[in-house]
């Protein structure tokens, strides 16, 4: 039998290293071509690798927790005339134009690969404001998130000494500058493996780059009886894009309640048939996407991005919908909602869920969104404040549907009501919007018009 290379797979153009959070075989096991082999997380998704050839697991050179390069030989297969499954060279396309990224910048590596190729130039791109070179004359390779915090906080990027795949600055090297109000961040850690340990950090100890802040004194957290928890790669991203979103957005919050009676009954009627037709279950969900597509078309403030001191409207509606996982959150994103029937809608809603809860999503998959939706509701919240999905400009949060009296026409009756929330980000949007934008949401759900079927 020959040996042939797993090795750690690039999840997109963006993406230069990921972590093995579990090995799914164990040296010694049989294992088919295409069967999945282990599990990795990258800045923007979570993902089962399937085996590049049919054979036996001969040897796992990276264990679980660890963060490599892509590229990186990850695992040795004896497989079974595997001359031809050896696997394909990477490609080498050119990366489209960089956007800002719905999660945190790649982490330093343990060692860095070959650099991507240079980004072409593209109309869209011409506006933008020229590389930045360093003392040498060679381009600062960094994310459009990074250059934003450098750009909010004075920061010099030509002395940041990047730590990431191919020297890259990354969101941790800039954030270590900013703290440490220096101009180059501290040294990556020898070791890309998360610390286990039930032994609490040293008392009033230097925060290590990159980690997460806390807000009291860590002497004050331990004491009595008490388990520590490393948090998963997934996590620590989830915890420093929320902490980001709210430094850099002024949240504002809008409330209102809906009657949305007639898309209950309307739901009620037709479910069965629905699922029959479609094969996809009827829920609540496409109804409350159509409504705020709808919206977005007539306030596209609110389906914007914000870069620096300019607006970017976005002519796409790409509607991220939050889905809770057993091990966190994710927010897939439906491309270009506004092109979607009601069916096309709720098929994409159920897909993308299915796909997140079995870590079959793409790394594009994940990208892009233009606003989000997320849904309390489901978990029998009455309402929720959510924080905003940058580079979103805002969310909106859907409570529990259920039946309240209310009054019609002088009569109290008894409805099925729902209240939303929509989190803004008063850079970009005023409360007159926000509010117009909610009563147009609003008018669309009591006013049901679209066929379902």
Known sequence: MAAVDVIMPQM???????????????????IE?????????????????????????KEIKVHEGQT????????????VGA??????????????????????????????????????????AASAPPQMTDANGDAIRSSPLVRRIARERNIDLAQVQGTGAGGRVSKQDIL??????????????????PARTAAPPPAGGALASGAIE???????????????????????????????SKRVSPHVYSVEEVNVHVIAALRAKTKETFEQESGTKLTFMPFFIRAAVEALRAFPTVNASVDGTNIVLHKECNIGI???????????????????????????????????RSKKLKPDEVMESTFSITNPGVFGGLFGLPVINQPNVAILGLGTIEKRPVV???????????????????????????????????HTLENWTEPIL
Do not use: C
Not at 86 to 100: C, D, G, H, I, L
């Open 68 to 79: 490599v390069p892509i590229q990186t030989v990850v695992a040795l297969i004896d497989a």
């Open 408 to 442: 019609i026409d002088d009569a109290i009756a008894i409805r099925s009501m729902v209240y939303l929330t929509l989190t803004y980000d008063h850079r970009v949007v005023d409360g007159a919007v926000a509010h117009q934008f909610m009563g147009h949401v609003k």
């Open 83 to 124: 001359a031809a499954a050896a696997p394909a060279p990477a490609k080498t396309e050119s990366p489209k134009p960089a956007q800002a990224p719905v999660s945190a910048p790649p982490k330093s590596a343990a060692a860095a690969p070959a650099p991507p190729p240079p980004v072409k130039a593209t109309p869209a």
């Open 33 to 57: 071509r295409d069967e999945p082999l282990f599990e990795i997380s990258t800045d923007k998704v979570d993902a089962e690798i399937p085996s590049p050839a049919a054979g036996v697991l």
């Open 176 to 193: 270590a500058a900013a703290e440490g109000g220096a101009g180059s961040a501290a040294a990556p850690a020898a070791s890309a493996v």
């Open 322 to 356: 939050a889905v809770s996982l057993d091990w966190g959150l994710i927010v897939p994103v439906i491309k270009g909602a506004e092109e979607k029937n009601f069916f096309g809608l709720a098929r994409a809603v159920t897909d993308l869920a299915e796909r997140a």
């Open 12 to 30: 997109g153009e963006s993406i230069f290293e990921g972590t093995i959070t579990k090995w799914l075989k164990k040296p010694g096991d049989k």
């Open 214 to 244: 806390t807000a009291v004194p860590r002497e004050r957290m331990y004491f009595g009886h008490y388990e520590v928890q490393p948090m998963s790669n997934m996590r620590q991203k989830i915890a420093e894009h929320m902490v980001l």
